[in-house]
């Protein structure tokens, strides 16, 4: 059966990520770098002052279903700083070999506006609900903005597939295989203790999952950040040859050579683009309903932290993973995802330190992004099937992971990952496009300082609408 399903899954990849799909996804990044006048490039240091420079700033919280600025973004890296960039990147090398890691590279950098563009309408256009808990997302501004409920559908159907098959599947799949490549423990009891862990996690509701992942994400990246330097450290006399490798076959096929098969520049393209936005999440419209709920005080500015957590995702901590693997030869072996990146990491480290190192690092990332992609879970579950079906739906999340533990052939199950990612980015780009005058819009309101938009404005006319609401009900 479950060869069945993965041929399939395979079938439905090809039509789905073919040459129009990449085309579409760079030009919607390229048109709005263009338009912005590549304000990605020219404010790299305001982004970062306004996001990274303001994290121990105190923001008051006005309620329990609202979160920080910097938990919103802890809950959206949560969800990004995943398998995608450790196995993730190992698989995009061992399917498109070294020049994915370059088209990575290059939509990452033109993505950032993109990212900025999504979660500030996610912001902008979010609900709040009669218990004062904010709600957003693409389907919102989808909806709100455009009055394509169709369309805000597809992308909640989208949300779901990602969710089940990225966010649990691959998640929890991943670990199982790094736990039973270090430790010999069976992928079934580790994917259920994560199921577990998870579960009595999201009971708590979006603060909980904004606490955790505010205390996690800091601690998880530090660790293999450290990890990933020493390695660029000891192996720094191939730094010239890995760089030069990612930039050749970008553009030039890679000959078969070893365990790697002959690997097109197309294949190469779509590696890197669909890993990339697995990874960073730019476009994929997931990330804005994290930050939706966060308390902000202009869409603008809570947008500008989509452009700071695609840098550090893919421009810092997927470029450390590629360079482990090309910098120790070990790409042409055979193996591929988590077991090829313990065995790059153990030519640096002894086996038991790598073997641990990555162990925890997978383990907390794959952990916190389950975590973390549970709000988009319920949010699409909510657009659905609506509140109610929230209280037996949830626990569907934590399945897929387990039963699919037992998956040995890595590469074919991350087709999933390429589904579930034209799923919900295609939707959400052509949103992105039609409204891309309301993100203008109140970019311009924020970088002029006319303040037309803020959040405290814009929430309070939803509050009095709420309460108003509230009253009728109670007559």
């Known amino acids: 059966m479950f060869d069945q399903i993965l041929n399939t899954a395979a079938q439905i990849d090809r039509i789905l990520w073919g040459p129009w ?26 982004i970062f002052k306004n996001t990274f420079g303001k994290i121990f700033h105190k923001i008051q919280i006005r309620n329990k279903g609202r979160m920080t600025p910097f938990q919103a973004t802890s809950t959206a890296l949560a969800s990004t700083v995943g398998m995608g960039n450790i196995a993730g990147v190992a698989t995009a090398l061992s399917l498109g070999g070294p020049g994915a890691i370059f088209w990575m590279w290059v939509l990452a950098l033109l993505s950032m506006i993109v990212k900025t563009a999504e979660i500030t309408l996610a912001v902008h256009y979010r609900e709040v609900d009669e218990n004062g808990t904010l709600h957003g997302g693409p389907m919102y501004y989808i909806r709100k903005g455009l009055g394509w409920t169709a369309l805000a559908k597809l992308f909640a159907v989208g949300v779901l597939v990602n969710s089940l098959l990225s966010a649990t599947l691959l ?57 990933g330097l020493a390695v660029f450290v000891i192996n720094y006399a191939q730094i010239p040859e890995v760089f030069g490798m990612i930039f050749k076959h970008a553009f030039a096929p890679l000959p078969a050579a070893g365990g790697l098969a002959g690997v ?67 790409l042409r072996g055979g193996k591929s995802g988590i077991e090829l990146v313990i065995d790059s990491f153990s030519t ?14 997978i383990l907390t990332f794959c952990l916190s992004t389950q975590i973390g992609f549970f709000i988009y879970y319920e949010t699409s579950l909510i657009t659905l099937f609506g509140k ?15 039963l699919f533990a037992g998956v040995t052939d890595v590469n074919k199950l991350w087709v999933f990952a390429n589904i579930s990612v034209g799923m919900c980015a295609l939707p959400n780009l052509v949103a992105l496009l039609a409204l ?32 108003a609401n509230r009253s009728r009900q109670n007559l």
């Open 388 to 402: 109610r079906s929230i209280r037996t739906l949830k626990w569907f999340y934590l399945v897929p992971g387990v």
């Open 264 to 330: 097109a520049v197309r294949a190469a393209l779509k590696e890197g683009m669909a890993k990339g936005m697995l990874s960073n999440e730019a476009g994929l419209g997931t990330a804005p309903m994290a930050h939706a709920t966060a308390e902000t005080p202009h869409p603008f500015q809570q947008g500008l932290w989509g452009a700071f957590e695609t840098f550090v995702d893919t421009i810092i901590i997927c470029t450390i993973t590629s360079f482990a693997v090309l910098s120790t030869g070990l």
């Open 21 to 46: 799909t990449l085309l579409f996804i760079a030009g919607v990044a390229l048109f709005l770098t263009v338009k912005s006048k590549a304000f990605q490039f020219q404010k790299l240091g305001f």
């Open 348 to 361: 640096v480290f002894p086996p038991w330190l790598a073997g641990s190192l990555i162990s925890f690092s």
């Open 171 to 227: 998640q929890q799949h991943t670990v199982g295989r790094a736990f039973l490549s270090s430790y010999k423990i069976n992928p079934y009891l580790t994917t259920g203790g994560m199921a577990v862990l998870t579960g009595v996690v999201v009971i708590g509701g979006i603060r909980r999952i904004g606490r955790v992942c505010e205390r996690l994400v800091p601690m998880m990246s530090v660790v293999y950040v450290l990890a």
């Open 436 to 467: 891309n005058g309301a993100f203008f819009k109140l970019m311009k309101d924020f970088m002029k300082e006319q303040n037309q938009y803020t959040t405290l404005k814009v929430d309070s006319s939803r509050d009095f609408v709420v309460k």
